[in-house]
């Protein structure tokens, strides 16, 4: 909060020139740091760009009675029973749907899922650590999900609301510091209170919030394919969004490198979404954020504006990008580069209003050419003509197959093409390279890749790690699985090592022990020894088929099997394995033979053990017929086409 004099000085600062709202509009995108929203009140304007819509104070005072007014009577229809639960009179064991305790019920289960990103939003400011601050960020999110149940709460949404409660309370009037300098019977005073009062600063919060979420809101929702059951995700108006600014906008501005973000297989909504559902709020730096919007609320509240921010955002960067494969580009993107004074981050909106009106006669290169000093020359722009974009681009890595143009999305060309399952069926005669793009997993692609060495592939898979969308984290390459593989047996093969020389000794007490005295303890420590036993079987040659079935047989011994396994105990001594067959190792017997050799104690040849003869063989484990079929290993991960984040994909590629 501010003092009443300082917001005075400041007042008179934001509209000492600007007497209309053309003039606040100029005024705030001025990178000197002479903006109105920096050496004056940047909450005042945003109300008049968002909210006023003009710079006539004698609405404004109707205007803010009136939402206030408004939220007021929400605040305390949507929070009397949850500040005041004692005054429900309904039965609160009753399973009515309709019963106040039930709604009540639903609502704190609303309201712990949004206070969650409530307490991680901004956690390096620590205004929004204080409690009250996150109260007033919990219950307008929840009113505001209350009012929208198609919606409901969506994660991002919080992060939308915090800047908007952080100028509108930095602005606000502390009356109680205030009134030394506070003239209750100047009217100009009066009105400035009016317009910043402290106490007002949570509905004014809603009010702005509200008005910015009518086109943000539906950044957020979920499309619904009417021939699909309604929990079926289709594409969603933000994956059209994404796909709008990356094949119409960007194609339009730069068709070069529109072109190479496709062929190197970045999917404009995996960055897009971020960006735009968030207005670029985890892109810059918070100050910088602030500019950014000032920007924005002031030429286009209805952030119609945002696709060209983003496509100036992509120009600016430009050679990066060309330049970068996969990898190198995602990070690129999810990791925006700030740009330095004079031109940060809000400059993009000056870009974006230039592309507006210039984007079809090179506008796109003009920006290239303004921030580099480099000129992307005739590849760039609607110069190219769209009929076939491919002749002047040389340079760029693109597909062999005739049937493939830059100029097309790569939805219309999934569809033209019969869908995933036509193109894995086709895989083998030349459309490696585009298996990725769909969903085809990393075992495919890789047995795909012995079979078009020499074929018309576009580009070969490098041997390296990657970032994976179907697992969503880095890949690593064929030489580390291999290493890790490597290393994997020698440290097996080290522990059964272990378990051999563990053995030895376990089996010499055992026999010392049962010379002595046949009891119960000598029976378990025989089926323990051989329980261990058949784990450095398994050890010591990881070829052997291994399932589940099998553990739960070598843990779960029956008093059947037991019998007949102490039937041969008192081993004379164990001695290394000799390695033989998997056929060899474990031999099928029947389920209900359990038989005991009297001679030599064996692992059914896995191992031998010899010593005095007189003495009894150390147990056999024996495994039926059923457990050594091979059990899979791994069981693969749904690509992000078939999983639940579909939906990113949109209706064309899943």
Request: charged share 25%; glycine share 6%; net charge negative.
């Amino acid at each position: 909060m501010r003092a009443f004099e300082e917001t005075r000085e400041r007042w008179d600062a934001t509209f000492g020139q600007n007497t209309n709202i053309s003039d606040l509009r100029t005024a705030v995108k001025e990178t000197n740091g002479q903006s109105p929203s920096v050496k004056g009140l940047r909450s005042i304007c945003w109300k008049a760009f968002i909210l006023f819509e003009n710079l006539d104070k004698s609405t404004w005072t109707k205007t803010l009675t009136d939402s206030r007014s408004a939220y007021g009577t929400l605040r305390e229809h949507f929070l009397k029973d949850i500040e005041h639960p004692d005054n429900i009179s309904a039965d609160p064991l009753t399973a009515d749907p309709s019963s106040p305790w039930t709604i009540l019920r639903q609502d704190e289960e609303l309201r712990a899922e949004i206070f969650q990103d409530v307490e991680r939003c901004m956690p390096e400011n620590l205004y929004f650590r204080e409690p009250a601050t996150q109260s007033m960020l919990l219950d307008i999110l929840f009113i505001y999900c209350k009012l929208n149940p198609d919606v409901g709460y969506r994660q991002g949404m919080h992060e939308v609301l915090a800047p908007i409660l952080w100028v509108i309370s930095r602005d606000a009037v502390d009356l109680k510091v205030s009134k030394p300098t506070f003239d209750q019977r100047n009217p100009e005073h009066r009105f400035i209170c009016e317009c910043f009062d402290g106490h007002f600063a949570e509905h004014d919060t809603f009010t702005l919030f509200g008005i910015v979420m009518q086109t943000v809101k539906s950044f957020y929702e979920v499309g619904i394919v009417p021939s699909l059951p309604s929990s079926a995700p289709s594409s969603s108006p933000i994956v059209e969004r994404s796909r709008r600014v990356h094949e119409v906008y960007l194609r339009q501005a730069d068709a070069e490198l529109a072109t190479h973000l496709t062929a190197i297989e970045i999917l404009p909504q995996i960055f897009l979404i971020r960006w735009i559902r968030l207005l670029f709020g985890r892109e810059f730096p918070f100050d910088d954020v602030l500019a950014l919007w000032d920007g924005i609320f002031a030429e286009d509240p209805t952030l119609d504006l945002i696709d060209l921010v983003c496509v100036s955002m992509l120009l600016r960067i430009r050679w990066q990008l060309l330049d970068a494969d996969y990898s190198e580009a995602l990070t690129l993107l999810l990791r925006y580069p700030v740009p330095e004074s004079p031109n940060g981050p809000s400059t993009f909106v000056s870009d974006a209003l230039y592309l507006r009106q210039t984007i079809m006669q090179g506008g796109g290169a003009h920006i290239i050419n303004k921030y580099s000093g480099r000129s992307p020359g005739v590849e760039s722009g609607s110069r190219i003509p769209k009929s076939n974009p491919a002749k002047s681009l040389d340079n760029v890595r693109r597909p062999t197959n005739p049937s493939f143009s830059p100029g097309r999305s790569a939805a219309k060309f999934l569809q033209e093409q019969g869908g995933i399952d036509h193109i894995i069926q086709e895989a083998a005669k030349g459309v490696y390279s585009r298996g990725e793009k769909w969903g085809v997993n990393k075992a495919l692609r890789g047995a795909i890749e012995g079979l078009q060495s020499g074929t018309n592939s576009s580009r070969k898979q490098p041997d390296r790690s990657r970032w994976s969308l179907d697992e969503g984290q880095i890949v690593p390459s064929i030489s580390e699985v291999t290493a890790n593989l490597a290393a994997l047996e020698q440290r097996n093969k080290a522990l059964a090592k272990l378990l051999g020389t563990a053995m030895e000794e376990l089996w010499e007490q055992q026999r010392k022990h049962s010379q002595e005295k046949e009891d119960v303890l000598t029976n378990a420590l025989s089926v323990a020894i051989a329980k261990v036993q058949f784990v450095q079987v398994y050890l010591e040659n990881s070829s052997m088929p291994f399932s589940m079935e099998t553990s739960t047989a070598g843990t779960n011994v029956t008093e059947e099997q037991q019998d007949a396994i102490l039937t041969n105990t008192t081993p004379s001594g164990p001695q290394a394995i000799e390695p033989q067959s998997v056929e060899d190792k474990i031999k099928p017997e029947e389920t209900d033979a359990h038989t005991a050799d009297t001679s030599q104690p064996n692992l059914q040849g896995a191992g031998r053990v010899t010593g005095d003869s007189s003495t009894a063989s150390e147990p056999k484990i024996t495994v039926s017929k059923s457990r050594t079929q091979a059990f899979p290993f791994h069981n693969p991960r749904p690509s992000l086409a078939q999983s639940s984040f579909s939906w990113m994909l949109g209706e064309d590629q899943r």
